[in-house]
C-alpha cells in the first residue's frame, strides 16, 4: 500500500496533482483489495510531530503572555494570530505534518477570537449569561457577542481555503454553531425554555453530520484527506446531536413520567446512536453519548441498592466492557446491521470489509 503521507508531500511539492495522487490511492486500493485499517486516523508520523506541537503551544502560550505584560490585549493577539499563520505555512503547507499543524491552527482560531472580543469590549464576551437572564443584558451584548464567533468563523474559513487543513473543519462547525447561536439571540433575545437552544443544537448539529456524510460519500474507500474532513466534522457533530437528543428526551419523559424514568431512556437511545454509527462506520458519535451512558449505569447500579463507591466502579468497568465489544465486533456488527440494508444504499455508504 502506497504511504498517503508521502503522497501528500509529493503534491505539496508539485512532483504530482492532487488528481494523480487520488488516482494512485485508487489504483492501490484495487490491487491490495479492501485495506485492513477501517476509520484510519492520521495524526502523527513520528514522535518528533509531538515535540514540535509542544513547541508551537509552548510559543503560542509565550508571545500572548508577552503581549499582556506589555499591555497590548488586542493587537498582540493578532500578531499572535499571524505568528501562528507563518507556522501554519511551515507545518500545514510545506512539511504536511499533522499534529503541529492542529496545534497551530488552535491557536491562531484562539488569538483570532480574543483579539475581536478585546478589540469591541476589552474581554470576552458571554452571551450564555444573557440566555439565562436576558432580561439583565446590556442589548449592545448581543451584537458584540456575535462578533466574536463570526470573525473567527471567517478567519477559518480562509485558513481552510489556504492550508486545506481538515482539522480546520472542527474549528469552522463549532464557530459557525456559535454564530448562529448568537444570530438568532441577537434578533430573539428571549431564548430559553424546554426546547429553544436544544432545538437550534439539534438542527446545527445534524447539518454538520450531513456535510460530514458528504465527504465521507466522495471517499468510499477512505483513502484521501476527504476522509480525515469527514471524521473532524464527524467529531464536531455528535456531541451537539447526541447532547440534544438526550435533553430533549430527558424533558419529555420528566414532563410525564418523573426525572427518574426518564434517566432509562438513555439506554434505547444509545443503541439508536450505536446502529447509526454502525451504518455510517463512525465510532464518534458513541464516544459523545459515553458519558450520558456511563450515568445511566450509575442510576441502574443505585436502583439496586448499590452503594455510590461501588456503583462507580461497576459503572466503569460495565463502560469498559461496553467499549471492547463494540471495538473488537464492529465489523461483523456492522455487517449484521448492513445485511438488510438496500444494496442501492450500500453502494453509496463506506465500504463494508
Given at each position: 500500500?502506497?504511504?498517503?503521507?508521502?503522497?501528500?508531500?509529493?503534491?505539496?511539492?508539485?512532483?504530482?496533482?492532487?488528481?494523480?495522487?487520488?488516482?494512485?490511492?485508487?489504483?492501490?486500493?484495487?490491487?491490495?483489495?479492501?485495506?485492513?485499517?477501517?476509520?484510519?486516523?492520521?495524526?502523527?508520523?513520528?514522535?518528533?510531530?509531538?515535540?514540535?506541537?509542544?513547541?508551537?503551544?509552548?510559543?503560542?502560550?509565550?508571545?500572548?503572555?508577552?503581549f499582556q505584560v506589555w499591555g497590548?490585549?488586542?493587537?498582540?493577539?493578532?500578531?499572535?494570530?499571524?505568528?501562528?499563520?507563518?507556522?501554519?505555512?511551515?507545518?500545514a503547507a510545506r512539511l504536511r505534518?499533522?499534529?503541529?499543524?492542529?496545534?497551530?491552527?488552535?491557536?491562531?482560531?484562539f488569538f483570532i477570537a480574543s483579539g475581536v472580543s478585546a478589540l469591541?469590549?476589552?474581554?470576552?464576551?458571554?452571551?450564555?449569561?444573557?440566555?439565562?437572564?436576558?432580561?439583565?443584558?446590556?442589548?449592545?451584548?448581543?451584537?458584540?457577542?456575535?462578533?466574536?464567533?463570526l470573525s473567527t468563523l471567517g478567519?477559518?474559513?480562509?485558513?481552510y481555503a489556504r492550508f486545506r487543513l481538515p482539522y480546520s473543519l472542527f474549528l469552522i462547525a463549532f464557530s459557525t454553531y456559535f454564530s448562529v447561536l448568537a444570530g438568532i439571540y441577537l434578533v430573539?433575545?428571549?431564548?430559553?425554555?424546554?426546547?429553544?437552544?436544544t432545538?437550534?443544537?439539534?438542527?446545527?448539529?445534524?447539518?454538520?453530520?450531513?456535510?460530514?456524510?458528504?465527504?465521507d460519500l466522495s471517499d468510499r474507500e477512505r483513502m484521501t484527506r476527504r476522509s480525515d474532513s469527514a471524521f473532524w466534522l464527524h467529531l464536531a457533530a455528535a456531541p451537539l446531536i447526541v447532547h440534544s437528543v438526550m435533553m430533549m428526551a430527558f424533558e419529555a419523559i420528566r414532563d410525564n413520567a418523573g426525572e427518574s424514568s426518564g434517566i432509562l431512556i438513555v439506554f434505547p437511545v444509545f443503541l439508536?446512536?450505536?446502529?447509526?454509527?454502525?451504518?455510517?462506520?463512525?465510532?464518534?458519535?458513541?464516544?459523545?453519548?459515553?458519558?450520558y451512558l456511563g450515568f445511566a449505569f450509575a442510576f441502574v447500579f443505585n436502583e439496586i441498592g448499590t452503594d455510590a463507591g461501588s456503583a462507580f466502579l461497576y459503572t466503569i468497568v460495565t463502560l469498559g466492557l461496553s467499549v471492547i465489544v463494540l471495538g473488537v465486533g464492529w465489523r461483523p456488527l456492522r455487517r449484521i446491521v448492513m445485511a438488510p440494508l438496500p444494496s442501492a444504499l450500500k453502494r453509496r455508504l463506506p465500504v463494508l470489509h
Open positions: 500500500m502506497i504511504d498517503p503521507q508521502i503522497l501528500e508531500k509529493a503534491v505539496a511539492q508539485k512532483i504530482i496533482t492532487r488528481e494523480q495522487m487520488e488516482a494512485l490511492l485508487r489504483l492501490a486500493a484495487e490491487r491490495d483489495g479492501p485495506s485492513s485499517e477501517d476509520e484510519r486516523f492520521r495524526l502523527i508520523s513520528g514522535f518528533n510531530d509531538v515535540f514540535l506541537a509542544l513547541g508551537v503551544l509552548l510559543l503560542a502560550g509565550g508571545i500572548g503572555g508577552v497590548l490585549e488586542t493587537w498582540g493577539a493578532f500578531a499572535s494570530a499571524a505568528g501562528m499563520w507563518l507556522l501554519s505555512e511551515l507545518f505534518l499533522t499534529l503541529p499543524s492542529i496545534t497551530a491552527a488552535t491557536a491562531f482560531a469591541t469590549v476589552g474581554e470576552w464576551v458571554s452571551f450564555s449569561l444573557g440566555l439565562e437572564n436576558p432580561e439583565e443584558a446590556n442589548p449592545n451584548d448581543r451584537y458584540l457577542a456575535l462578533a466574536v464567533p478567519a477559518m474559513l480562509v485558513y430573539w433575545p428571549d431564548l430559553r425554555g424546554s426546547y429553544g437552544l432545538s437550534i443544537t439539534l438542527m446545527v448539529g445534524i447539518l454538520i453530520f450531513l456535510a460530514a456524510m458528504a465527504y439508536f446512536l450505536t446502529l447509526v454509527a454502525l451504518i455510517v462506520d463512525r465510532r464518534a458519535v458513541l464516544v459523545a453519548a459515553l458519558s
